[in-house]
């Protein structure tokens, strides 16, 4: 494509303001419009770049050539559906649909019609994860923990779609092993979805992976450890940072004995990292995620490739996301569970001795006859 990207951005909300701002940045691309249904949030983000603002995205279509879908995700499916039928090229923010088979019929949509088709899990941009792949170790455990305060936004999914679904897109491009088992939980706290949840998955190669996710948490939390034989690695997304510790060939190959090495284990920490675990902390330096996946989107588009995290990848992160929701579903929290005491918003058991809310509030409680 010799001439300028023509994007159009749908969703005026908060990820549509930042993509409008950062996709004319990206050379070879131009935003020429900004679609929402609620007007004066179309009209501010429009005005602020100079574009037109629609209210319906359909009457731009024969006006661009790709576009960046940011609207709430139970629109995700019909919107992207639209316009790959049209031959658009797109940018779909995470999570790809709501469901399995949706996020599944639009990679295939896309596929065959030759489209480009990128999914916004950002953190595969991130520089401390992209280090990751100069560590080069065989990871079989992860561990993962991401945290934020309440965003008032992206209400109409859970925490499961909206944040852990970032980290289980990260696990997922460890390996292309199929999952063969997940145990999960979840609990609403201020939604009509779970907003903490916490999850097991299990993959055929052997891998597992532990995730948690809150968006009621007092502190932000963007971490991952990844551990295999030869050593581990810790992620800091925030910072961000690896750090990293190599095993020697003795620890990985289990030729090592404590025992032999020392008599008095408590005063041999500092022999064992020096000659045995190996550590290396790397501070590295801070990017823009998002730009940097738009530009990788744009590339794409160009030169015909696959962006790095394709409508396939996109579809397997929304199939396991969404067996994660099947199980906090049938999580049941008590022995005979009864139906309002399984999955996220189940009823709590009211202790014995607590007090009932009408005694909580000075009211006598009425005394058994």
Known sequence: MNRELRVAVIGAGHLGRIHAKLISQVDGARLVAVCDPVQAACQA???????????????????????????????HADIASTLIKAGKHLMVEK??????????????????????????????????????????????YVEATRASRFPGRCLDVGVVMDLMILDLDLVLSLTQSAVRSISASGISVVSDHEDIAEARIEFECGMVANLKASRVSPLPARDMTLFSPAGFAQIDFGKPSLATVRASETLST???????????????????FGEHLQCEVNELQPRNAILDELHDFVISVESGSSPIVDGSAGAR?????????????????????????????????????????????????????
Not at 110 to 138: I, M
Not at 254 to 272: G, I, K, V
Not at 342 to 358: E, N, S, Y
């Open 45 to 75: 983000v429009a005005d602020t770049h100079g574009v037109a603002a629609h209210s319906d995205y359909r009457d731009v279509i024969e006006d661009i050539d790709a576009a960046i879908i940011a609207a709430p995700t139970d629109y």
């Open 254 to 272: 289990r030729q090592f004995d404590l025992n032999e090495q020392t008599d008095t284990p408590l005063s041999y920490a500092d022999t064992l």
């Open 95 to 140: 999570p790809l649909a709501a469901e399995s088979d949706d996020a599944r019929r639009l990679a295939l949509m896309a596929s065959t019609r030759n489209v480009v088709l990128q999914v916004g899990h950002v953190e595969r941009f991130n520089p401390a994860f992209t280090a990751l792949e100069e560590f080069g170790v065989d990871v079989k």
């Open 317 to 369: 992160a929304v199939r396991v996301a969404g067996s994660i929701l099947d199980a906090i579903d049938e999580r049941a929290w008590y022995s005979y569970a009864g139906a309002d005491e399984r999955g996220p918003l189940a009823i709590p058991r009211r202790r014995v001795g607590q007090p009932t809310k009408r005694e909580s509030a000075g009211t006598p409680a009425r005394r058994a006859a």
